[in-house]
């Protein structure tokens, strides 16, 4: 024990001593950028270069920068170009206090007389969303650029000069040339002239392929295994952080996260399996998979085995149960623990001891036995396959018998343990008791029957007796018996005479149930429910009848069938049944309105026959003010030849079927009638203004005519 305590504080020791030469030696190196991210650029204009390093620095950072490996005065995180020049072209580091120097990052100022050159960033990996510009000297007007990757036009849109290639991949690399027509003129020059001009781009990797390492190299049960996801960025993006997941046998054991390290702190065989891990960017754009390794766990020690010793055991032996098993020659001197277990219940719980021993068995010490082994960690535990062991009987041949054979459900059911003791304990009383699926249903007594008045279907099952002695140091069950109880009809179900009952419909609803092949004779009683509301009670009939449905009769139906006795009852599962109306939205209308006194009225009573039943014919009643004014009949219409006053009222109509199975009746309509001087009345006024305008002009012209002509007039 000690041993192993000793082993696990030095892998410990040791795996903290390589984290911390790992953290303290593999401090990340700043990173050079441009901004603007282009290169070459043209003498004359302007770029500022700037050292990165990654969110975790600390401290006095103090920034140095180098052209070419030569220092340059200047100590600020951001060093500009301004104007760039032919003597600022070269290879720019910069470092940080505490930190290595950064990778080169070249810068070029283009000095030839070309007019027109291909930008791309410095530095291109895989990821990177890529960008091209065709870039010319100030003072010229350009138009129609076109891009080429190895000689082939590239079909991705062109803004302006730039081509937005977008995210990149290794295989984007290649040559790449831009060309375009330029526009410059002078006495010189011509005014339009084309020019192009290529460059190779690489586009690295990001990472390398990652690939696993475990530690230890030989790993046993019980190990604090750990693996590691090993990639290596790219020098000019030592600050990308990223996320690493792991694999066993292609399922997910440890998702993203920006550890590279899975830890199982105690190894198990199931750990064994063919593991891989997976890296990529925080965004998902670049992902790599590791190869697959098979890492296997070696077993501390052997799966343990049951040994019982005499092999064969009666009830008084001494019993000895070993429990056997094997160290790995490496770690012979691992102390372990066992434990055993009868039946799946714990009978010497864990020590040094591999052996179980019972000084004088009884058929109850029978059963199936298993232990368990156990390192003093617990780290590695396994148990043993089980093994049976039978304790010689003191009584024999116990076997279940039922009668009758078969049961049907209302029977009485008589069910008997039987044995026979052994020769030399045959005057032994024994005591009896019985068990369905597990469940006491009757208590030890003397009696080795057990007995079921009227058997129902809930008694089928598992059934097995115990048989033991006064004392009970002596108990065994029989084998167990399965006793099916069969149905002596089966569940009934509802049936209706048509699928749609319509309101008036004679309707008969069935309660079908089938007897047992061999109790056909035996009579059944019938009971109907409505929404659990008893409208039949029992009878020898199986059905009930409606004879004119109406709405009130819809609802939730079931039946109930029982036995004279009572002794077999069944209720049937629940069947809807919705009566559809026979007509339907009957409604008054008046043929127009208003009503002036001596009008000819017409008084439709409308209604919609249900489309199962169009042909059939209704009769129609009319009433005014809850009297009737028109017997039923097969006209839907009351007319009113020269309507007066007192016909004004509130009118209903009254639809029935021939048989007057189905009577509806329509709201109230108000009817008013108007009297014709209502009318005049209205009209008067204006007569008389009419008049009194005609009075006024012939007064007027009268009086004209006097003044112009004199008194005279002659009429």
Not at 53 to 73: D, E, F, K, M
Not at 169 to 190: M, Q
Not at 623 to 646: D, I, K, M, T, W
């Amino acid at each position: 024990m000690l041993e192993s305590i000793m082993r696990a504080i030095i892998w410990h020791l040791l795996l903290l001593t390589a984290l911390f030469i790992e953290t303290s030696g593999a401090a990340a190196r700043p990173v050079v950028s441009f901004s603007p991210n282009w290169t070459p650029i043209f003498p004359g204009e302007s770029v500022t270069l700037s050292c990165n390093v990654a969110p975790t620095a600390q401290g006095n950072l103090g920034y140095s920068w180098y052209c070419n490996g030569q220092r340059i005065h200047w100590n600020q995180k951001s060093l500009p170009i301004l104007p760039g020049t032919e003597p600022h072209s070269g290879d720019y580091q910069c470092q940080l206090a505490n930190y290595g120097k950064s990778d080169p990052m070249r810068l070029d100022i283009y000095i030839y007389n070309d007019p027109l050159i291909l930008q791309a960033p410095p530095a291109v990996h895989e990821g990177d969303s890529l960008s091209l510009r065709c870039h010319s000297r100030p003072g010229y007007d350009t138009w129609n650029p076109v891009f080429y990757k190895d000689n082939k036009p590239i079909g991705s849109p062109v803004r302006g000069s730039e081509l937005h290639i977008g995210r990149v991949d290794v295989t984007a690399s290649g040559t790449y040339r831009c060309e375009k027509e330029l526009h410059y003129c002078n006495y010189f020059n011509p005014c339009s002239i084309a020019s192009s001009d290529e460059r190779y781009i690489l586009v690295s990797e990001l990472f390398s392929t990652p690939q696993l390492k475990v530690r230890p190299d030989q790993v046993t049960e019980g190990d604090h295994m750990t693996i590691t996801c090993d990639t290596e960025l790219s020098p000019h993006r030592a600050t990308t952080e990223l996320q690493f997941a792991f694999y066993r046998n292609g399922h997910n054991v440890q998702g993203f996260s920006l550890s590279n390290q899975y830890g199982v702190p105690s190894a198990q065989l199931e750990h064994s399996g063919k593991y891989t891990c997976e890296v990529q960017t925080p965004t998902g754009s670049v992902r790599k998979t590791s190869s697959m390794a098979h890492i296997h766990i070696q077993e501390l020690f052997s799966s343990p085995q049951i040994k019982v010793r005499p092999d064969q055991v009666k009830e008084g032996d001494h019993m000895t149960i070993t429990c056997d098993t094997k160290l790995i020659p490496r770690r012979a001197t691992t102390e372990l623990q066992f434990a055993f277990y009868r039946n799946g219940h714990n009978v010497q719980g864990f020590s040094l001891s591999n052996q179980y021993g019972v000084p004088s068995a009884k058929l109850k010490d029978s059963g199936n036995y298993a232990c368990k082994v156990k390192n003093p960690s617990r780290s590695v535990r396994k148990r043993s396959t089980m093994a049976n062991i039978q304790i010689g009987e003191l009584f024999y041949n116990t076997q279940i018998k039922v009668r009758p054979d078969p049961v049907t459900e209302g029977d009485h059911m008589t069910i008997t343990c039987d044995t026979k003791p052994s020769p030399h304990r045959e005057t032994t009383e024994l005591q009896f008791a019985f068990y369905r699926n597990g469940h006491n249903v009757q208590g030890f007594s003397l009696s080795n029957q057990y007995g079921v008045p009227s058997a129902q279907l809930e008694d089928s099952g598992n059934y097995i007796c115990d048989i033991r002695t006064p004392t009970g140091n002596i108990r065994k069950s029989n084998g167990m018996l399965y006793i099916q109880i069969q149905e002596l009809f089966t569940v009934p179900h509802i049936k209706v005479s048509s699928d749609q009952v319509i309101r008036g419909d004679h309707m008969t609803i069935t309660c079908d149930t089938k007897l047992s092949p061999h109790r056909e004779t035996t009579e059944l009683q019938f009971a109907f429910y409505r929404n659990g509301h008893n409208v039949q009670g029992f009878s020898l009939s199986n059905q009930y009848g409606v004879p004119s449905a109406q709405l009130e009769d819809s609802g939730n139906y079931t039946c109930e069938v029982q036995t004279p006795t009572g002794s077999v009852r069944k209720t049937s599962s629940m069947a809807h049944m919705q009566i559809e109306e026979f007509f339907f939205g009957t409604q008054i209308k008046v043929s127009h309105y208003p009503v002036t006194e001596g009008d000819n009225v017409t008084i439709t009573c409308d209604t919609k026959l249900n489309p199962r039943r169009a042909t059939t014919e209704l009769q129609f009643a009319f009433y005014r003010n809850g009297h009737n004014v028109q017997g039923f009949s097969l006209s839907n219409q009351y007319g009113v030849p020269s309507a007066q006053l007192e016909d004004s009222g509130n009118y209903t109509c009254e639809v029935q079927t021939p048989t007057d199975s189905v009577r509806k009746r329509s709201r109230e309509a108000h009817i008013h009638i108007e009297g014709r001087h209502q009318i005049i009345l209205w009209k008067n006024p204006l007569r008389l203004i009419l008049s009194l305008f005609i009075f006024i002009l012939t007064v007027c012209l009268l009086f004209y005519h006097i003044k112009t002509h004199g008194t005279r007039i002659i009429l």
